[in-house]
């Protein structure tokens, strides 16, 4: 059985920090793509951020670029994503989804991260 578990969300003031971690399992880590999506209120789920865990290469939405810093532990077949500089724009429900091609085939349950001003 697959697996994403989403975890580390909170409320934070702005300006302060969050790290995200999604556990996975249930299927081969190493050759996948994790990635990080959001979705506000009112607004469309977007790509936050993503990382080959075959060949490391990171991606970041020009958002959180210089803030979000996402990262791998494949002993543990866990993602994190670093957050920091946190602003209230950041709000939303984040999830983490897995995928071996160009689209997800993997979603996690979502973790709700709320930044106060």
């Known amino acids: 059985e697959v697996q994403l578990q989403a975890s580390g969300g909170g409320l934070v003031q702005a300006g302060g920090s969050l790290r995200l971690s999604c556990a996975t399992s249930?299927?081969?880590?190493?050759?996948?793509?994790i990635g990080w999506f959001r979705q506000a209120p009112g607004k469309e789920r977007e790509g936050v951020s993503c990382i080959m865990l075959y060949d490391g290469t990171t991606y970041y939405t020009d958002s959180v670029k210089g803030r979000f810093t996402i990262s791998s532990d494949n002993a543990e077949n866990t993602v994190y994503l670093q957050m920091n500089s946190l602003k209230p724009e950041d709000t939303a429900v984040y999830y983490c989804?897995?995928?071996?091609?160009?689209?997800?085939?993997?979603w996690g349950q979502g973790t709700q991260v709320t930044v106060s001003s």
């Open positions: 989804a897995a995928g071996s091609g160009p689209g997800v085939e993997y």
């Open positions: 249930g299927f081969p880590f190493k050759d996948y793509a």
